[in-house]
């Protein structure tokens, strides 16, 4: 079965920095361009940032351009997403998804919180 | 970048109804959308791409149309599995954009 794993949530306070990873099984991900999306506690879905196939195509959403890098590598099947200068409303569950324009493979989702 | 809304935030229907939800674009997507189904503490499930095209495995009581600005998603005979929420999302650039959600409920 295809799966996605993500890892590296925490509790961090404003400022700080974490590091997020998405794992996949059952399928090979370095075939998939990836994204990822999050969702604060209640409130709607948010795309922030994408990752073409070879890596060479990247996009962020402006919410966390400057602040966040998405890589790739797909020698180990995984995503990363790091991050930096953390603020409150970064507060959120992180979820990898599969696709390039639209997601069809989803993780399930890893929760972020900051807060002092 | 492009800004989805969605209609009604909340409808409440039963078992075996047929309903309706609305997502508008701020500007032409051509049909570059889809919808996803989300149940709470789940990842979303996309159900449509590219406005009427269902993903393998989804039900065919699902149905979506439209172009440009409006969709549409339709659930015919609503079913107990079906009640979460429903977000359009648009692909027409690489700054996706989600809709607000539309919840379904029991009435």
């Known amino acids: 079965e295809a799966q996605l794993v993500e890892s590296g949530g925490d509790l961090i306070q404003p400022g700080g920095s974490l590091r997020l990873s998405c794992a996949a099984s059952g399928f090979t991900l370095s075939y998939y361009s990836m994204n990822w999306v999050r969702q604060a506690p209640g409130k709607g879905l948010e795309w922030i940032s994408y990752i073409s196939v070879r890596g060479d195509t990247i996009y962020y959403a402006d919410s966390v351009k400057g602040r966040f890098t998405i890589s790739r590598d797909n020698a180990k099947n995984s995503l990363v997403l790091q991050m930096t200068s953390l603020r409150a409303d970064d507060t959120a569950v992180y979820f990898c998804?599969?696709?390039?324009?639209?997601?069809?493979?989803w993780g399930q989702g890893t929760l972020v919180t900051v807060s002092s | 970048d492009i800004q989805m809304t969605q209609s009604p935030s909340t409808l409440s229907a039963s078992v075996g109804d047929r309903v309706t939800i609305t997502c508008r674009a701020s500007?032409?997507?051509?049909?570059?959308l889809a919808w996803y189904q989300q149940k709470p503490g789940k990842a979303p499930k996309l159900l449509m791409y590219k406005a009427s095209t269902l993903e393998s495995g989804v039900p065919s009581r699902f149905s979506g149309s439209g172009s440009g600005t409006e969709f549409t998603l339709t659930i015919s005979n609503l079913q107990p599995d079906d009640f979460a929420t429903y977000y359009c999302q648009q692909y027409n650039d690489y700054s996706f954009t989600f809709g607000p959600g539309t919840k379904v409920d029991i009435k």
């Open positions: 998804a599969g696709g390039e324009a639209y997601f069809d493979k």
């Open positions: 500007q032409s997507i051509s049909t570059w």
